[in-house]
């Protein structure tokens, strides 16, 4: 099954036609790159993926359910990272975690065990206790991937996830996206990383309103 397909979808925001015809497949389990220049859409086409946005014309479908008339069904099985942090800053990882998970429906128990598998998960048991604000800008985009991670997504959307990271802290952000792909999550993420791009299975392009498929010599390296 294809975990996204989009077929003739339109989307105008304001004046401006953002996609135009975009057409796109992603099978499930599959690593997917986006790459496009600033202002292109990316940030907007994942939005709209993540049922944020409805599309003008054309259809979504997202793990097999209808973006238009499932999209609640469709949220419950979504991780997303934007590019904004959605952190507590005061708050501790701990308590980040378990704000979210809550926001997931967990309670009691099962709201800290998914909180304690995380943390064991990404070795950050340590850190339960420190504050957001104290940590570094890599720890805390591993933090925003625990958070979105915790409910176990079948989709992860990410929107330039590594940006404004060095190499050892995207590193440790694309071990947890392995862990997350070794439980079968799809991913879909944004990047003006040409290393990132060529190291996914599938990478598309959007230019003037189109996902154009772009020719990869990688082997999937990144995750």
């Known amino acids: 099954m294809d975990a996204v397909s989009i077929a003739g979808v339109y989307l105008r925001r304001g004046r401006r036609l953002v996609l135009t015809d975009a057409n796109l497949r992603i099978v499930e389990g599959g690593l997917c790159a986006l790459v496009g220049a600033n202002g ?3 940030s907007t086409l994942l939005a709209l993926l993540a049922t944020m946005l409805q599309p003008d014309r054309g259809s979504i ?3 097999g359910l209808d973006a238009r008339r499932e999209a609640a069904g469709i949220r419950r099985q979504l991780g997303v990272v934007f590019q904004e942090s959605a952190l507590e800053p005061r708050l501790t990882v701990w308590d980040n975690l378990l704000l979210i998970a809550c926001c997931y429906g967990y309670s009691g128990a099962a709201a800290r065990s998914r909180c304690t598998t ?3 998960a990404a070795g950050w ?3 339960a206790g420190q ?3 104290t940590l570094s800008g890599g720890q ?3 933090l925003e991937l625990m958070r979105a991670s915790l409910a176990e997504p079948r989709l992860l959307l990410l929107d330039e996830p590594t940006q404004g990271l060095d190499d050892a802290a995207s590193a440790a952000f694309w071990r947890q996206i392995a862990i997350q792909r070794q439980q079968g999550a799809t991913v879909l993420f944004s990047t003006h990383r040409q290393q990132e791009a060529e190291a996914a299975e599938q990478c598309v392009r959007l230019q003037e309103g189109q996902l154009l498929p772009v020719q990869l010599s ?6």
């Open 40 to 42: 292109a859409g990316k």
């Open 61 to 63: 479908r997202i793990l």
């Open 118 to 120: 995380q943390l064991a």
């Open 125 to 127: 048991e340590s850190r």
């Open 131 to 133: 504050a957001v604000e």
């Open 140 to 142: 805390r985009r591993q």
């Open 218 to 223: 990688g082997r999937g390296e990144a995750a």
